[in-house]
């Protein structure tokens, strides 16, 4: 590999990175959820993107990216470009989405339960030397392993047999006093990644923030499990179970006949 120095000095004042073949200046945006003020902060980093994406979504391409910063760690990233032409605010706003989750993470770890979830921090890079498309992008830690969707945000649920990412976005919604519902459940085993956050008010949190209906498209196929109940959540029954229970309790009564009808 081919080593220079960076030709800008002064962006790269006390930093010590090895400047490798391909690589380029960019802005690292960071957001603190835990931070009453100043919650995004900002650092000077050299990183390299890999030219082709390694994957893609409906919505992004995926890069592999070398964070130049990060000498003692791996420094693999994922850098995430949209397909289509996309406000830079808007990388932003699914940062501090991101971010946010992060901290009801760690509430809901607090709780003690079998398995323990975390959200990726993820950042915004401004690629300071490129001069047309592309200029910013999101990125965050790569994860090697099998990347599976638990759930979205019109009420797909997977069969697949895990509990944990259903459980966490049921405990957003009790834990928030069902203000808001943390959706899009995402990642490799759980390290989770890119989620969507609904609120009672359907303000804020992107396009994707679908506010009482997306709600409504949660408890309409969530099916509690033990976690739900080792968190103690309220339970939510699918509408197609409900349907037959209509609106009253059953009392517990006791048959002494088993021929008797009970409904
Ligand atoms: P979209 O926003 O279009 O749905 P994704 O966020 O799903 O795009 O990213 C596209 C693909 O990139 C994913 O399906 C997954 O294969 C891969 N990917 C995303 N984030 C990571 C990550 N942190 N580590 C490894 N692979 C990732
Ligand atoms: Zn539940």
């Given amino acids: 590999v081919k080593k220079s120095k960076p030709t800008n000095e002064s962006f790269l004042p006390t930093l010590n990175m090895t400047f490798l073949e391909g690589s380029e200046r960019a802005v690292k945006w960071e957001y603190d959820p835990y931070a009453t003020t100043a919650q995004w902060t900002c650092t000077a980093t050299l990183v390299k993107v890999e030219p082709v994406p390694f994957a893609e979504g409906a919505f992004r391409k995926a890069y592999h990216t070398q ?10 990233y994922v850098s995430k470009i949209s397909k289509k032409p996309t406000a830079r605010g808007s ?4 940062v501090r989405m991101q971010m946010i989750a992060k901290k009801w993470a760690d509430k809901y770890n607090a709780l003690k339960p079998p398995k323990k979830i975390e959200f990726l921090q993820s950042c915004v890079l401004e690629f300071v030397d490129r001069t047309s498309s592309d200029l910013v992008c999101g990125a965050e830690p790569y994860v090697e392993g099998q990347y599976r969707k638990y759930n979205n945000n019109s009420g797909f649920v997977s069969n697949d047999e ?3 990412p259903q459980s966490f976005s049921h405990f957003t919604y009790e834990h928030s006093n069902r203000q808001l519902l943390i959706i899009d459940i995402q990642g490799v085993g759980d390290h989770y990644t890119d989620p969507q956050i609904h609120t009672y008010d359907g303000v804020g949190f992107g396009i994707g923030n679908l506010g009482q209906k997306g ?3 949660f408890l309409d196929t969530h099916k509690c499990n033990a976690i739900c109940q080792y968190l103690n959540l309220q339970s939510i029954n699918p509408k197609s179970e409900k349907s037959d229970c209509g609106t009253v309790p059953r009392p517990d009564l006791i048959f002494p006949d088993t021929s008797i009808e009970r409904d």
């Fill in 67 to 76: 964070d130049l910063s990060k000498p003692n760690e791996s420094g693999r």
């Fill in 91 to 94: 990388y932003f706003e699914d």
């Fill in 162 to 164: 895990r509990n944990t």
């Fill in 215 to 217: 709600f409504e498209k």
